[in-house]
């Protein structure tokens, strides 16, 4: 698990200019914020590092990984992206 520290970065890195990728990612951090691993918030960052209509069309379930961008599907984001889904 992350520590608190850890944590707070994470959260600061997530945030995001569209409201609704905000929200996903609110619901997200309160649901599985406390159990976070280092493994998860690694991809959460990797995630984080695309633009913000490509993360909703990810959230959304309206394109794939491999549609956002070529060699971006693993395991680790497949994870991250079924555990905002199910925050919905």
Do not use: H, P
């Not at 992350?2 to 959260?11: A, P, V």
């Amino acid at each position: 698990m992350l520590d608190e520290r850890s944590l707070s970065k994470l959260r600061w890195r997530c945030r995001r200019g569209l409201l609704e990728n905000d929200l996903f990612i609110a619901r997200f951090f309160d649901r599985y914020g406390a159990t976070l691993n280092s493994r998860q918030a690694q991809a959460l960052g990797v995630l984080m590092d695309l633009s913000d209509n490509d993360l909703l069309d990810l959230f959304l379930a309206r394109k794939s990984l491999g549609q956002v961008e070529v060699g971006l599907d693993s395991t680790d984001l497949r994870e991250i992206l079924k555990m905002v889904r199910e925050t919905r």
